[in-house]
């Protein structure tokens, strides 16, 4: 543990994304669909822009490794089997966690204690729900091939109410990469899927518009910082703008307007507290 108590896994970047690689695709030899969330999840949308990961290596400051853990995400359907083949990979069971959430989330650890992997099951469910879907085959996790799409990776940062720098930083490279479009596809995030959904939860769109300000202010920050140049940061700048018209263009269902009158009078986020970290 470091003095912040995060727990950071000590190989090289590079290594550890292709051991978490591994690892998908053994799950999917054993029939289990499970993809990889957070910052890990951005990292492999952006392997090959040398520029974005070395942006991304400033998350958590100098001479600092990367990544913390192993997040994935699966189909509540196979947790049988999510278990079984985890165990079968040497993994070992954090026995109370699985115990008291095994229907929502499991964790499990390197059996030599290099880090832990934390499986969700169908939706996020932090300050704000993501869906991923409920049946292989027919969600979300199956849209690429080791990583949620970069949309889905989108909506996990922007449902943070207190979101902090790093995961800013996510954000902004995933901008710097990645076009606003309309549907789902390489180097693409879908503006139309994310405005779809956050105009059925208000909650979810207050803080979503509010972390993509955030985004702007952040990306000017990092510019005087000399973490950014002034053409990736007006880059930001115009998708962000461009995803936000998007959303705000989007048709809202009765159940957001009904939910808008009350405004911030009525507490409009979920507190998370994290079981592990």
């Known amino acids: 543990m470091d003095r912040e108590g995060i727990h950071f896994v000590e190989v090289k970047a590079e290594d550890f994304v292709e051991e978490c690689k591994n690892i998908v695709r053994k799950l999917q030899e054993k029939g289990v669909i499970a993809r990889i969330l957070g910052a890990l999840a951005v990292y492999i949308h952006v392997e090959k822009c040398d520029r974005?990961?070395?942006?991304?290596?400033?998350?958590?400051?100098?001479?600092?490794p990367m990544f913390?853990?192993?997040?994935?995400i699966a189909y509540r359907k196979?947790?049988?089997?999510?278990?079984?083949?985890?165990?079968?990979?040497?993994?070992?069971?954090?026995?109370?966690?699985?115990?008291l959430f095994g229907n929502k989330r499991l964790i499990y650890h390197h059996p030599e204690g290099k880090y832990h992997i934390d499986v969700f099951f169908d939706k996020l469910e932090f300050s704000h729900d993501v869906p991923f879907g409920e049946k292989p085959g027919e969600g979300r996790l199956e849209l690429f091939e080791y990583?949620?799409?970069?949309?889905?990776?989108v909506l996990e940062k922007l449902q943070i109410h207190y979101i902090n720098p790093k995961d800013l930083v996510d954000l902004i490279v995933l901008f710097i990469s990645h076009e606003i479009d309309e549907t789902e596809g390489e180097g693409k995030i879908n503006a139309k899927y994310?405005?779809?959904l956050l105009s059925d939860d208000w909650g979810f769109w207050y803080d979503a518009?509010?972390?993509?300000?955030k985004?702007?202010?952040?990306?000017d920050q990092m510019v005087q910082e000399g973490r950014l140049t002034d053409k990736e940061r007006d880059e930001v700048h115009r998708k962000v703008d461009k995803l936000l018209e998007i959303i705000e263009n989007e048709p809202k269902t009765k159940k957001w307007e009904k939910r808008a009158k009350k405004g911030t009078k009525k507490k409009w986020w979920r507190d998370v507290e994290e079981v592990v970290r």
């Open 52 to 64: 974005c990961k070395e942006v991304l290596k400033t998350r958590f400051g100098e001479g600092k």
């Open 68 to 72: 913390t853990d192993l997040d994935l």
């Open 78 to 99: 196979q947790s049988k089997n999510i278990k079984k083949a985890l165990e079968e990979l040497g993994f070992v069971p954090d026995k109370m966690i699985n115990a």
């Open 147 to 153: 990583a949620i799409s970069p949309t889905d990776v």
């Open 194 to 196: 994310i405005a779809k």
């Open 209 to 213: 518009v509010d972390n993509l300000k």
């Open 215 to 219: 985004v702007k202010e952040y990306a």
